[in-house]
């Protein structure tokens, strides 16, 4: 039962902290590829190259906010096994299937403006 | 080179998560009880629960060496697309990686409704989450393609 609470909550809060990471540019890290470099938190390609030169460091945000989404997943999961049984008996099953449908909803919307260009 | 031949490989393991949860989620949606009849009634009377464990390794491994081309396309492909305009290709591969992190965040949940004995209470978070798991990897697989060929060979 420990795992089912685990495995529920933590599919749920990743889909929940993912798409709040997206959408409000929470990266654990940002990876600069070009130039072999990891630094903490959202860091924009601007503030580490010449604004000019930006196109030289691309930043990719994708592996920090699966780190995001992993950290508070993590954290919920934990939280969700002191959970009494009796609780957890009263949630309603759909929504392991709900709430990453409309994540996925969320990262749709948060990906249009690259439609409108 | 090595990520040409990191993102064939990544194609291959596509192809088998593909048709483990193409089987699945026929299986899972409409089985069937004959062995016998049409290409589809064999398609879907495969016992669907014999596919959980190899379909969490080829995923894992197919977001892996995903993850790890990654930088590459960033680096090398992505500034020639944004160059070109393919803007829309851009933002559905863009969705490719938003859905395919949120099925690495559902993958232990799906461990546990196909553990076996399957258990009789979890058979909704079976049939939701392999048909989100369908739909995340058809999608992962079509936009895959269309990036890896929209530039041509070569």
């Not at chain 2, 070109?84 to 546990?112: N, Q, T």
Request: hydrophobic letters at 55%.
């Amino acid at each position: 039962m420990a795992s089912r609470k685990f495995a529920f909550t933590f599919g749920t809060a990743f889909a929940i902290c993912y798409a709040i990471a997206v959408g409000r540019q929470l990266a654990l890290f940002t990876v600069f590829p070009s130039l072999g470099l990891v630094l903490p938190g959202t860091v924009q390609s601007r503030d580490v190259a010449d604004p000019a030169l930006g196109f030289l460091a691309p930043a990719m945000y994708w592996y920090g906010w699966i780190a995001t989404a992993t950290l508070g997943a993590f954290a919920a999961g934990m939280i969700s096994l002191t959970v009494p049984e009796a609780w957890t008996r009263r949630v309603w099953q759909g929504w392991l299937w709900a709430i990453p449908v409309a994540a996925m909803a969320a990262c749709v919307k948060f990906t249009l403006p690259w439609f409108r260009l | 080179m090595t990520a040409t031949v990191l993102v064939i490989i990544h194609g291959l393991i596509a192809v088998a998560v593909l048709g483990a949860i193409t089987h699945q989620t026929l299986a899972t949606w409409t089985p069937v009880r004959a062995k016998r009849g049409s290409f589809f009634s064999r398609f879907r009377s495969v016992p669907p629960a014999s596919f959980a464990n190899a379909f969490i390794v080829l995923y894992l491994v197919a977001a892996l060496l995903g993850a790890i081309v990654y930088l590459d396309f960033r680096v090398d492909v992505r500034p020639q697309l944004e160059r070109d305009g393919h803007f829309e290709a851009l933002g559905l591969f863009d969705l490719k990686e938003h859905f395919s992190s949120i099925g690495l965040g559902l993958i232990p949940a799906y461990w546990v409704a196909w553990r076996r004995p399957l258990a009789e209470d979890l058979r909704g978070w079976r049939a939701g989450l392999t048909v989100i798991f369908a739909f995340i990897v058809w999608w992962s697989y079509l936009i895959g393609h269309v990036l890896n060929n929209i530039l041509g060979f070569g």
